[in-house]
């Protein structure tokens, strides 16, 4: 099994995430981070570390982010590996539980 990151990630952008990684599976984009379905080993460290609470086992995806789990690798596949925390995007508490971001994200 494998987790997802999924929509409330986008313009936020938290990396809390990447630092607990034991394997390097989190990719970064220009405004969402994705997990590597390949390469997470599902220690579920990063699940607690989102401050927004985008990340889920592949099982508990909520109902209507489904489709982030094929974004997540096919995007593991275009993105560079981020192995250590960098800064959130500029206005990420403001877009923090807000609905409906999917079609903000850039590839």
């Keep these: 099994m494998t987790h997802v990151v ?3 990630c986008i313009n936020c952008k ?11 599976c989190f990719h ?3 405004n969402f981070l994705v997990i ?3 390469e997470c080993i599902d220690c579920t460290l990063c ?20 489709i ?4 997540n690798a ?6 560079p590996v981020l192995t250590s925390k960098i800064a959130a995007m500029e206005d990420a508490a403001k877009w923090d539980g807000v609905p409906g971001k999917l079609p903000l994200l850039k590839r």
């Design 6 to 8: 999924t929509e409330n």
């Design 74 to 79: 096919e995007l593991a596949r275009e993105w």
């Design 14 to 24: 938290h990396t809390d995430c990447v630092e607990v990684c034991p394997v390097d």
């Design 36 to 38: 590597d379905p390949d």
């Design 47 to 66: 699940v607690e570390e989102c401050p927004v609470g985008a990340i889920f086992p592949e099982l508990d995806v909520p109902a209507g982010q489904e």
């Design 68 to 71: 982030f789990m094929s974004i």
């Design 28 to 30: 970064a984009g220009p």
